[in-house]
């Protein structure tokens, strides 16, 4: 059974830096792309970066381009997305997705986790 699920979200000031995960269970990130997608209320979701399931090339949106980086550790089975410098308009709910053929600014992923809130405000 895939299961991907995300972890660390919260509420944080402007200017902080916060580092989600996406645990993930049911295969192994040799064989899937993984990306992560955020959406704010009222907004449509929004693609924010990926990376590849070999040899873990990135592909990061221009607009979080220079704040977010992700990673993976392939023991733990686990992506990660590290965000600095973050603003309030980073407010949203973070889901990390799933799939192996996807891949880049497309929201064809098979599986998604359940979101993580993220709040930027002071």
């Known amino acids: 059974q895939v299961q991907l699920v995300e972890s660390g979200g919260g509420l944080v000031q402007p200017g902080e830096s916060l580092r989600l995960s996406c645990a993930i269970s049911g295969f192994t990130m040799d064989d899937y792309h993984v990306a992560w997608f955020r959406q704010a209320p009222g907004n449509e979701r929004e693609w924010i970066l990926c990376?590849?399931?070999?040899?873990?090339?990135?592909y990061i949106a221009d607009s979080v381009e220079g704040r977010v980086t992700i990673s993976r550790d392939n023991a733990k089975n686990t992506v990660y997305l590290q965000m600095d410098s973050l603003k309030p308009e980073d407010t949203a709910v973070y889901y990390c997705a799933a799939d192996s053929i996807a891949w880049g600014p497309t929201d064809v992923y098979d599986y998604w986790g359940q979101g993580t809130q993220v709040t930027v405000s002071s």
């Open positions: 990376i590849s399931s070999v040899p873990g090339d990135t």
